[in-house]
């Protein structure tokens, strides 16, 4: 099969075929446009080639030339804010909250499914599809919100693989210093892709293996009990819950669907050979990477399991008292870390490792903290993806890729470095923070996302069905409204008056933008009465076709 680079795959598409890059009742295109028709490449030039001429309804071989971009999507459901998350929710709630854990996984699954397929379509990203179906202050305000997401949990990534570097050194590397070695060596793995692409690829691998083996070691040294974790899966009931463990589930939801993933997924399946000319290739393609998908989030629902797990046997219901009197036991240094109180035990990344140690020994430290550098690095990366993704696709931002990545890493790192001054031991506060963030900018993709896989003038004949819709408004409503809450109830802990007017007029621009939003989404699913300009989208297509030649 002769190789085809992505420009001569996008030409072919263009000219007809399942893509006819014709948009819907919500587009509004700038008078003046920068580039609009010019498309430029975000990764690589060179194509994973897809077998041919293999007629069975299911081909390994065809898999294996579309695994790759799913385990790297999945990363972000291995960041250090979603391993925070995992052990606060065993140590809060025990076995009783993995099965939120489990439907987040699904629902974060069902949402990388429509970006896949609008990639595959469409042959853009969702950045460059809301590059040109908005128009140019609600474009600006979006990059806005999406740039915030990255920012928020690229600090995440930096300052946990920081924490691993602290445990792993003892003490002797502050977290500072962290940062500054996890910004050098992050560069350094990115252009590791000048190797080649399916190198890059077995580099996210292998730190996706690192992080089973590590927190897999845990949970065998553990020996959870396998009769209350699969209880705790299947069972969507919590008996005995109160705020404290409602709270912890909204917040895994919050952290497990990430917003910008959703924009990174298509920027790396681009890299597979598809010719949008052909229904069949778009129909396998989709199918594949769907099937990819699965099984890359599959693994990264055991990994977070691991994590609950180890924090549910052994840590659930523990007391500051109990763990200061085992860690004083085994001569530890860091028995201050845990009040002489009867409070219930309170653990984030850094005295999760702590705990273990006391209870475990040295060896389930730094196993615990090896597993933690892997997830920091590996979705550090995927966040400098990300953002260079955003940034490209938003703004047509045509430059070198070096002074991308830059560009894009430095606006993670400045915040980063001003937060690492803060004492490695007291950080749970930030990571609180980060976490409502994220939770706040999950409709800025979850709305785009459903509002562009609906519309049948994007995604002709693969255009959401009416189930489908149904489906996605009612997940994307109930995200919605869940870390909504988780936002109301983490400002109403902070107890300020100042805090909550400064809150209540952001919520107020925020509501307004999201319902716009919505408006817009409500268009494409098919309630026209909204549309008050039903005769205005082929007058903008004419328009720019005009401006076009």
Known sequence: MEKRTKQQLRDSSDRGGVQANQYGSISNPDPNPVAQDEHFSTCFEDMVAIPENINQVFSFRKLWAFTGPGFLMSIAYLDPGNIESDLQCGAIAGFKLIWVLLLATIIGLLMQRLAARLGVV?????????????SRVPRVMLWFMVEVAIIGSDMQEVIGSAIALNLLSVGRIPLWAGVLITIVDTFTFLFFDKFGLRKLEALFGFLITVMALSFGFEYVLVKPDQGELLKGMFLPYCAGCGRAQLEQAVGIIGAVIMPHNIYLHWSRLESREIDRNKREEVKEANKYFFIESAIALFISFIINVFVVAVFAQAFYNKTNMEVNALCNATGSPHTNLFPLNNDTLEVDIYKGGVVLECFFGPAALYIWAIGILAAGQSSTMTGTYS?????????NLQCSRFKRILLTRSLAIVPTLFVSSKDVQHLTWMNNILNVLQSVQLPFALIPILTFTSLT?????????????????????????????????????????????????????????????????LIALGVSCLDRVTSRPTVLIEEQSEHDS
């Open 122 to 134: 469409t042959g853009m990203h969702l950045a460059e599809v809301c590059n040109r179906q908005y």
């Open 387 to 395: 953002g260079q993704f955003v940034m490209e696709g938003f703004w």
């Open 457 to 521: 003038s994007i995604m002709n004949e693969f255009a959401n069905g009416l189930v489908c819709k149904i489906f996605g408004v009612i997940v994307t409503l109930a995200v919605c409204a869940i870390n909504i809450y988780f936002f109301v109830v983490y400002i109403m802990s902070l107890n300020s008056v100042v805090v909550y007017v400064f809150a209540g007029l952001g919520s107020l621009a925020y509501l307004c933008f999201v319902l716009y939003l919505v408006w817009h989404s």
